[in-house]
Each structure stands twice: as structure tokens, then as C-alpha cells.
């Protein structure tokens, strides 16, 4: 993707601006319009779309290779989700409950957000805190008043945490999801650890409830809801000789999603060839009966963070 570096201040989509100067950050744009926070700090690198908030990119400086899978076929396009890094899904995850024209895992990942704080943390990591605007989509498809923001926190781990605030009278009700790609050397070999004994709800056979008593491991299409988990899941990679390390907060299902071949090709931005094989989703969500009834004014916040460990 080519970009060219703008000066260092942050426009709302209303033209108006604030200069945040940081020594780590950066903006950017495409040639489509879309715009970039580039982070370059002593310990790792990062690419924030400010589109989705979506950090598209993200290799600690220990690492020879990205933590995160990002399409090669991605699409850079207002209104159109990036296929790769973390994909904000909310405040619904899958289809709309009762709308099925909406759009699936609801608006936030294709609505801009806006960068309003910067600073770095004590470790030397960069965080920013991102606040979605609100638009005439997201007015049509959510009535009541509300402010979702993300924290992100780019250093040796990357840490995510999103808030979202009831400004209404009443309660509502959200569901939410990181919808994680992580870069692996090949669905075939890898390993996850972390969600046995859990129930979970297989998407590829109607929403079936099942117990896990497996370790993970892939050989086709796999799209399971695990429902009321906490606690850290395990990637182990042995081609990349690395174990990623998911650990959650206020998150209570997590989704393990991998196309395969077949569902890869019929999609048009997962790349050609065998580039689905060094993906697969560990989603940290709210979703199914887990989805969250926030009060009114009262703020519900989850947070994922992600290590990697050498093997
Ligand atoms: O293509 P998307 O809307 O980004 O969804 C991609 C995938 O997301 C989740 O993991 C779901 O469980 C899958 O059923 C879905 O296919």
C-alpha cells in the first residue's frame, strides 16, 4: 500500500483539527482517501487505520515476523471493512438480531474514529485513544445515545481496551468483538490451548451446542462460538517457533474462526492461493447469550492483550 505522510495533525471528518504531536506517531494517507496513525516506537511497529480503528499491523521489534495477518487482497475503501488485523465488531457481533439487510458485526469497523489523546507509558509503549464518530449510518442503525472508545497500547504487547458508555435513559443491551487475525506459518500445524471443557456453538451446524475436550487443531473450515470464557488461550506456531498468548478482561465468549479453501476463494479480499493458511481468528467477544446489558451512565470496558513467547 502506498501513503503519503501528512503533517502531524488530526482531522475530524468535519475538516476541523488538533495538533497531537508525538515522537512516535505519524499520519498518513492512501490514495483512496483512508488514513494511518504509523507508530515506530523502541519496541515495536504498528499501523492504525483510522477507519475501524482498526490496527492493521503490529511486530514487536523482537520479532522477524508480524504478529498480525493482514490480506494481501485487503481492501482500502471507505465503508468496507480491511480483511486482517483487529476488526472492532460492534455493538453487534454476526448478523443483526432482527435486521438481516444490516451489516454484519455492525458498523464500528467501517465508521471513522478520531484520535484525541496520545502519550506513552511508562514501559515506552505509545497509547492512543481513539473515540468513534458518530454518522448519519451509525444515527439510522442506533438510536440512543451513547461513546465508544478504544485504548490502544502499542509496546512489547498490544493491549485493547473498549469502552463503551450508556448516555441514555435506560439500559441497552451490546454485542462486541476483537475480531483478531493472527499471522501463523500454517493453520495445518498450529495448536490452541485454553477452551477445553468449555460449550460451544458450532456455526457450521446450526448453532449446535457441543463440549470441547480437544486441544485445537485445524484440517478444514472451523467457525466455533465458545460461550462464558475467560481466561488465556494459547496459539502455539513451531514453523514460527512462537506461542501468542491472548488474555482477556469483561470478555466472556471467544470465537476460532479459519475459512479453509474453498470458503477462502469464494471471498474476495482473503488473498489468492494458500494465503489463508498463515491465518486464523481467536475473536475476543460478547456475543450469543453473553452479549452485555449496559445501565445508563455507567461504562462497560473490554480489554484483550496480546504477548508472544518464543518456543
Ligand atoms: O467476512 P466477515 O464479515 O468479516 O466475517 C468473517 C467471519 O467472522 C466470524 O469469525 C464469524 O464467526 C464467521 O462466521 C465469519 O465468516
Not at 476463494?265 to 453473553?290: K, L, P
Request: with cysteine; proline share 4%.
Amino acid at each position: 500500500m502506498s501513503t503519503q505522510t501528512l503533517a502531524n495533525s488530526f482531522y475530524n471528518s468535519d475538516g476541523t483539527g488538533t495538533s497531537l504531536a508525538h515522537p512516535h506517531i505519524q499520519l498518513t494517507e492512501d490514495g483512496n482517501g483512508l488514513r494511518y496513525i504509523e507508530i515506530d516506537n523502541p519496541l515495536a511497529k504498528a499501523r492504525i487505520a483510522l477507519q475501524g480503528g482498526h490496527v492493521i499491523h503490529w511486530q514487536p521489534k523482537t520479532e522477524k515476523q508480524p504478529v498480525l495477518w493482514l490480506s494481501e487482497h485487503a481492501r482500502y475503501v471507505k465503508g468496507r471493512s480491511i480483511r486482517g488485523g483487529v476488526p472492532i465488531c460492534w455493538p453487534w457481533f454476526g448478523a443483526h438480531q432482527t435486521d438481516s439487510t444490516l451489516c454484519p458485526h455492525g458498523f464500528a469497523r467501517v465508521i471513522p474514529w478520531q484520535l484525541v489523546d496520545s502519550d506513552t507509558t511508562d514501559t515506552g509503549a505509545t497509547r492512543l485513544l481513539l473515540q468513534m464518530q458518530e454518522t448519519d449510518v451509525t444515527r439510522r442503525q442506533l438510536g440512543y445515545p451513547y461513546v465508544l472508545t478504544m485504548t490502544i497500547t502499542v509496546g512489547k504487547r498490544l493491549k485493547i481496551d473498549l469502552a463503551t458508555t450508556n448516555k441514555a435513559d435506560h439500559p441497552f443491551i451490546i454485542g462486541e468483538a476483537f475480531h483478531t487475525y493472527f499471522n501463523i506459518s500454517d493453520v495445518a500445524n498450529v495448536k490452541i490451548t485454553g477452551l477445553q471443557d468449555y460449550v460451544y456453538a458450532d456455526k457450521l451446524k446450526n448453532y449446535q451446542r457441543y463440549v470441547e475436550h480437544e486441544v485445537l487443531t485445524f484440517d478444514g473450515e472451523f467457525d466455533r462460538v465458545y460461550l462464558n470464557h475467560s481466561g488465556d488461550c494459547l496459539l502455539s506456531d513451531p514453523g514460527y517457533k512462537r506461542r501468542i498468548r491472548v488474555s482477556t478482561s469483561n470478555s466472556r465468549s471467544t470465537v476460532i474462526w479459519t475459512p479453509w479453501e474453498e470458503k477462502a476463494h469464494s471471498t474476495g479480499d482473503m488473498g489468492s492461493a494458500d494465503e489463508w493458511r498463515n491465518m486464523i481468528c481467536i475473536e475476543s467477544a460478547n456475543a450469543m447469550e453473553n452479549m452485555v446489558v449496559i445501565n445508563p451512565n455507567r461504562t462497560h470496558i473490554m480489554s484483550a492483550e496480546y504477548t508472544v513467547e518464543s518456543m
